[in-house]
């Protein structure tokens, strides 16, 4: 079947067909490291480059090491916290502890971002390799970059994803764009680490940009990024998009330690409010445009009830934010104030 597939790509796409042909071992060897002394290496890029000599094909090696790095980082962040939500005692930290999905609704967001793994995200993925070439990325080659440079770079990149995200995020908020687009990643409510990338093949690719620009505009200024680095950057991004999702606020919590990141706890307040807090790692850029004031208006008259009235307090505050989070995308599905006047709200009937 392999040899079938093969023989139409050479005849009908031959430029295709030429990335999937593999070379011997001794052929790897010689053309990618024909001049390194592999011997001088330590063990993990020793195992790197083994690794591309025994694909003997570095487009095919870096498309599958890339798919299955996302595939393994997703689902190994996310399962954990299906695993914690199915367990009352940490109920506690649930950020809305009213809030429970199905295990319908798990199936159908886990069947969804499947089909956007596979039928979205793998071509581009495999296309990954010939595309870091272009930009100068080193991918195949050793040894690898500084730990010192490596940090300052995934550094960078955060600050960039979060930058780009906010507008991005912003943006598909609008009427058209959220209805067509945006509408199915906030089915969820309250949402679920897996349902991060749960959401429409479009803005996958939107969102996406965010990620892998970072590494691309800095290969337009700096010849000295290694894909393993943004490997590591992805790795980064997807368990803090999960974590975001999760739905649980735990007092060990990045956003304890660190008060600019985001977190569950902001990105929750997204979900439940719609018109608040549209980061991804960061509060900057809400706390200075001010599309956080509702959220800190929430968290400061928790903070000021008496503890044994907090847990009232929190159900009735998370209800009303829940409803008029519902009127707002009901204004933005409907186009605008002067529509959404003509509607009485909850009923869909013309007044």
């Known amino acids: 079947m392999a040899a079938v597939a ?3 790509l050479q005849k009908y796409a031959p430029v295709v067909a030429d990335q999937f042909v593999s070379m011997n071992s001794t052929q790897a060897q010689n053309t990618l490291y024909g001049d390194v002394n592999l011997d001088n290496l330590n063990w993990l890029e020793r195992t790197w480059a083994s690794y591309y000599i025994w694909m003997g094909n570095p487009v095919l090696a870096t498309g599958v090491m890339s798919f299955l790095l996302h595939e393994i980082v997703y689902f190994g962040r996310a399962i954990p916290w299906l695993i914690i939500d199915a367990i009352p005692y940490f109920h506690q930290w649930k950020i809305q502890p009213d809030k429970h999905i199905t295990r319908a609704q798990i199936w159908k967001c886990t069947k969804v971002v499947l089909l956007t793994h596979f039928t979205c995200e793998l071509p581009l993925i495999y296309a990954f390799h010939p595309i870091c070439c272009y930009f ?23 600050v960039f994803e979060d930058m780009f ?3 991005a995020h912003r943006a598909l908020h609008y009427g058209p764009l959220y209805k067509h687009i945006h509408k199915l990643h906030h089915e969820f409510a309250a949402p679920i680490g897996i349902a991060a990338e749960y959401a429409h093949p479009l803005e996958v690719l939107i969102l996406a940009q965010g990620t892998i620009s970072g590494p691309f505009l800095y290969c337009l200024f700096r010849k000295d990024l290694h894909i393993l680095t943004v490997y590591l950057w992805i790795t980064l991004r997807l368990w803090q998009a999960v974590d975001a ?3 649980y606020d735990f007092p060990w919590s990045l ?3 660190l008060p600019f990141w985001a977190g569950a706890d902001h990105h929750d307040f997204h979900h439940m409010t719609f018109t608040s807090c549209f980061s991804t790692s960061f509060r900057w850029w809400d706390y200075s445009l001010g599309t956080d004031v509702k959220y800190h208006a929430y968290k400061e ?15 009735e505050l998370n209800e009303k934010h829940l409803i008029e989070g519902q009127e707002a995308e009901r204004l933005v599905l409907l186009g605008g104030k002067n529509k959404v006047e003509k509607i009485k709200i909850g009923s869909g009937k013309t007044q």
Do not use: C
């Open 6 to 8: 093969m023989d139409f």
């Open 255 to 257: 956003r304890h330690f």
């Open 165 to 167: 995200h906010y507008w």
């Open 245 to 247: 999702h999760s739905g």
């Open 301 to 315: 008259r928790l903070a000021k009830a008496k503890k044994n009235e907090r847990a009232k307090l929190e159900k």
């Open 136 to 158: 100068g990325m080193s991918t195949y080659e050793v040894p690898f970059s500084p730990i010192g440079l490596m940090a300052a770079q995934i550094a960078f990149f955060f």
